[in-house]
Nanobody, 115 residues
Framework: QVQLVESGGGTVQPGGSLRLSCVAS????????MGWYRQPPGKERELVAD???????NYVDSVKGRFTISRGSANFKMYLQMNSLKPEDTAVYYC?????????WGQGTQVTVSS
């Protein structure tokens, strides 16, 4: 079993920044694929960014150039740096890990972009 816990969400004005963190109960982010998903109000969950090993990250078009996914050196922390936030980025953000250990999701953290 792997537990994932997100933090760093909150309310920010348009144009602002937030850094989401995800802490895993074991060093899973160096194996398989790690990623961030989000679910806007009334909409389906969507992939925001993911990364497998040292392969270049994959981003949804709407966040390219604004968001950056990264992992900590100990491979049990993952981050999502979000810059130039827009109201349409408002959502619950989830971190995920997919590997031979299984598929795991965090509980989510709310991000609200509003003036």
């Amino acid at each position: 079993q792997v537990q994932l816990v997100e933090s760093g969400g909150g309310t920010v004005q348009p144009g602002g920044s937030l850094r989401l963190s995800c802490v895993a109960s074991r060093s899973v982010f160096s194996i398989g694929t790690m990623g961030w998903y989000r679910q806007p109000p009334g909409k389906e969950r969507e992939l925001v960014a993911d990364m497998t090993g040292s392969i270049s990250p994959n981003y949804v078009d709407s966040v390219k150039g604004r968001f950056t996914i990264s992992r900590g050196s100990a491979n049990f922390k993952m981050y999502l740096q979000m810059n130039s936030l827009k109201p349409e980025d408002t959502a619950v953000y989830y971190c995920t890990s997919r590997s031979y250990l299984g598929n795991y999701w965090g509980q989510g953290t709310q991000v609200t972009v509003s003036s």
